[in-house]
């Protein structure tokens, strides 16, 4: 079975400061590792995603996943926060690997507040 | 939102009484899902399907069902509601044959609240 971790429920940064959502995964086969964003009231928004290839990954709004084999992580990180990126983020995992493999699990979501 | 409509947006509802929720894409994708999204646990899949008239079960689908009669609708009936449907119901889409065929696209939600 596959599962995704998110270890802090909230996270609060200074707006400028680099921001470190962290991301820890459980799959039996090779990950699809993706991270997405929720507003108030919205649907989610898709940030970026890792596959396969480079381990540091680039997304949408200046947001950066990198993926990491050995500690199964894929943490979302941006150099300088900004008062707009507080929301509710996700990230989630696909276990690429026959039935069912169509199944994103999600973790539970972090709740970023960034600080004026 | 990609070209996915849902519709209600919202709904209230009593207890013991069909649902129907609908989701509509424009895109022409091949896959379409259903997630219900609570406090403390995230998105959870509820049914997905792989094509018309092809639907399975996902993690949490018990008391709800599904049909896709075409590519571009996909609907979630709750046969009797519960309280612990109450929820915000998330469709969501992804395609094959593309560099973004591995990405699920989400609409705006159902808010559903069964009294």
């Known amino acids: 079975a596959q599962s995704v971790a998110q270890p802090e429920d909230q996270v609060n940064v200074a707006e400028g400061n680099p921001l470190t959502v962290k991301c820890t995964y459980s799959?039996?086969?090779?990950?699809?590792l993706f991270w997405y964003v929720q507003y108030p009231n919205r649907g989610l928004q898709f940030l970026l995603k890792y596959i396969t290839g480079d381990n540091l990954v680039k997304g949408s709004y200046g947001f950066e996943a990198e993926f990491n084999k050995s500690q199964t992580s894929f943490h979302l990180k941006k150099p300088s926060a900004l008062v707009s990126d507080s929301a509710l983020y996700f990230c989630a995992v696909r276990d690429f690997s026959g039935a069912g493999s169509y199944q994103l699990t999600f973790g539970k979501g972090t709740k970023l507040s960034v600080i004026p | 939102d990609a070209g996915i409509t849902q519709s209600p947006r919202h709904k209230v509802t009593e207890t013991g009484t069909p649902v129907t929720l609908r989701c509509h894409q424009t895109?022409?994708?091949?896959?379409m899902y259903w997630y219900r999204q609570d406090p403390g646990h995230g998105l959870r899949l509820i049914h997905y399907?792989?094509?018309?008239?092809?639907?399975d079960k996902g993690e949490v689908s018990d008391g709800y069902s599904v049909s896709r009669s075409k590519t571009e609708d996909f609907l979630l009936t709750l046969e009797s509601a519960t309280s612990s449907q109450t929820s915000v119901y998330f469709c969501a889409i992804s395609d094959t044959g593309t560099s973004e065929w591995e990405t699920q696209y989400f609409g705006p939600g159902t808010r559903l609240l069964v009294l």
């Open positions: 895109e022409n994708h091949r896959y």
């Open positions: 799959v039996s086969g090779n990950p699809y």
């Open positions: 399907s792989y094509g018309v008239k092809d639907t």
